[in-house]
């Protein structure tokens, strides 16, 4: 029965991609943000010369998401169009996530255990999870593996069994975690505390761990000497970049920070009510209730198990608070952790619906239908709000991004040194020298990022030919320099909707 119910986990997902991506093609289908076209480029260098690199013959230490990018390089080494297999993926994953949290539903709730589909379902249908699949992005990817460690794990808490061969099995897929996106680091010693509080030996305990973080770092090894062979780091260089990128945000009061992510992440919006995820917010009472029940059961036998993944995810929204405390493109950093949130928070609303009064209670009866009606029409009815979001996100950096690339190709020489704060799309399309004004290739630009006087000298100095400008990010001061010619603006009407900025081709040093 189980296994007849995840076909109805399968048909969601494919209803939900067929519905963001149909909606997005009636313009020009792509993807809903410019570092998709970095990860893209990064794939398809690695397919042509067998390196990791952004440009042809620099190797860069830019990438966050390397096992992504040999899964994206694969389509282009079997010659298969790169929307194709990227949705592909992004829908395998949301498949996986979704199966994932119906494993993990059955070992936590497993008295409830013919409700697992339900979980799947809504995880499929909460509309940020099903962005993010269509995003070409590696999110999906790194929330459905962690699911599925944290399914794996909850198996051997559970039944307080464990084998060396489990040990391996979810330190290997750990470090290919870490490997997706550094901050799955978290979930690893997560599991490792978990694996201390098993019952055994102290010194025994000490092996399983050993185990497992040594199986962990077998898969990072060539990762991290890569980077640190080109950067001089084991990290790559987006996570330095970032953060001075947007320290005006990290000089803002944590509290406020953690506060704002935290509400983002279950479901809240970042601004305006179509960002809200219903599927997140309504559950935000099951949620607590069902973590009050996890901190109960866990605490009278000494384990982790209900509450590693409830750990999981608040740490990691704790983490992102800590170091990168934006909720741009719909908390795309905060995606991984909601189906964490979902889940619980439909546990708690079962609990609460099944066992708050008899089942003969006339009462009770009608509350949970309409708690379920209100439920679906709401998660639906966002489902659609959406799918415009992810349209119109598209449009966007086709419009933007593509368009620019596409003026460049045609209007400037192959060996043109161009200067631009997003490189995804000249990256691919145009394939020009790039100075990256965000520092993930240009790593010698983060010490600049804070001051843009600093920055524009440094542009002016270097040689550089171009400048393209993006939304949100005018650079003024060199726009308006008099060795600085307009050459080219895409003046796209949906961008000046959004109240932000077109991007703008200037060409540099011009007498």
């Known amino acids: 029965m189980i296994q007849n119910r995840r076909i109805w986990v399968l048909l969601a997902v494919i209803i939900g991609m067929a519905l963001f991506l149909g ?7 792509g993807f809903p943000l410019d570092d998709a076209w970095i990860h893209q480029t990064y794939a398809r260098n690695l397919a042509r010369y067998g390196r990791l690199e952004f440009t042809p013959g620099l190797p860069s230490a830019g990438s ?4 992504w990018t040999l899964l994206l390089a694969l389509g282009y080494l079997l010659h298969l169009p790169y929307l194709l297999w990227s949705n592909l993926l992004g829908g395998l994953s949301l498949l996986w996530l979704g199966w994932s949290g119906m494993r993990l539903w059955q070992i936590l709730w497993p008295v409830q255990a013919s409700r697992a589909w339900l979980a799947g379902v809504v995880l499929v249908f909460t509309w940020p999870l ?112 970032k953060q001075v990128e947007y320290a005006a945000a990290l000089a803002q ?13 279950l479901g809240g919006a970042a601004s305006g009510w179509r960002g809200v995820s219903s599927a997140h917010l309504l559950l935000l009472p099951g949620l ?25 995810a608040g740490g990691h929204v704790l983490l992102y608070a800590w170091r990168l405390p934006v909720t741009f493109q719909h908390g ?33 009866w009608l509350g949970q239908q309409v708690a379920r009606l209100s439920f679906t029409i709401l998660m639906l009815f966002f489902l659609l709000q959406g ?52 520092g993930l290739i240009s790593p010698e630009v983060i010490p600049l990022l804070q001051s ?53 081709v200037y060409e540099l040093g011009v007498p």
């Open 64 to 67: 966050t998401a390397p096992l």
């Open 288 to 312: 607590l209730v069902a973590a009050w029940h996890a901190l109960r059961a866990d605490w009278a036998q000494r384990r982790l198990l209900f509450l590693l993944p409830l750990l999981w």
């Open 253 to 265: 009061p944590f509290e406020g920070r953690f506060l704002q992510l935290l509400y983002l992440s």
């Open 130 to 241: 099903l962005w993010a699949a269509a995003s070409g992005m590696e999110t999906l990817f790194f929330a459905a593996v962690g699911l599925q460690l944290a399914a794996w794990y909850a198996e051997i808490a559970a039944t307080n069994t464990f084998s060396y061969r489990d040990a391996v099995r979810l330190g290997f897929f750990a470090g290919l975690l870490i490997l997706t996106r550094p901050d799955g680091l978290l979930l690893l010693l997560l599991i490792a505390g978990g694996f201390f509080l098993l019952p055994a030996p102290t010194a025994k305990r000490f092996v399983r761990i050993g185990v497992l973080l040594g199986t962990a770092v077998l898969p990072l090894l060539p990762y991290f000497l890569f980077n640190y062979a080109t950067s001089g780091t084991v990290w790559p260089n987006t996570l330095y970049a």
């Open 332 to 364: 795309r950093y905060l995606i991984p952790v909601m189906p964490i949130w979902a889940i619980y928070g439909l546990a708690g609303w079962v609990l609460v619906l099944l066992y708050s009064s008899s089942e003969s209670d006339r009462t009770l």
């Open 387 to 438: 799918a415009l979001a992810f349209a119109t996100d598209v449009a966007i950096v086709e419009g933007e991004m593509v368009t620019v690339a596409g003026w460049l190709a045609n209007n400037t020489p192959p060996d043109t040194l161009i200067a631009s704060h997003d490189i995804g799309a000249i990256g691919y399309f145009a394939e020009r020298p790039l100075l990256d004004l965000a």
């Open 23 to 29: 909606l997005a093609a009636r313009d020009r289908l």
């Open 452 to 504: 843009e006087s600093a920055l524009t000298q440094y542009i002016l100095d270097s040689e550089a030919q171009y400048l393209v400008t993006a939304p949100g990010w005018p650079y003024s001061q060199i726009a308006n320099h008099p060795s600085t010619i307009w050459r080219f603006t895409t003046d796209f009407t949906l961008t000046k909707a959004q109240g932000l900025n077109n991007m703008t």
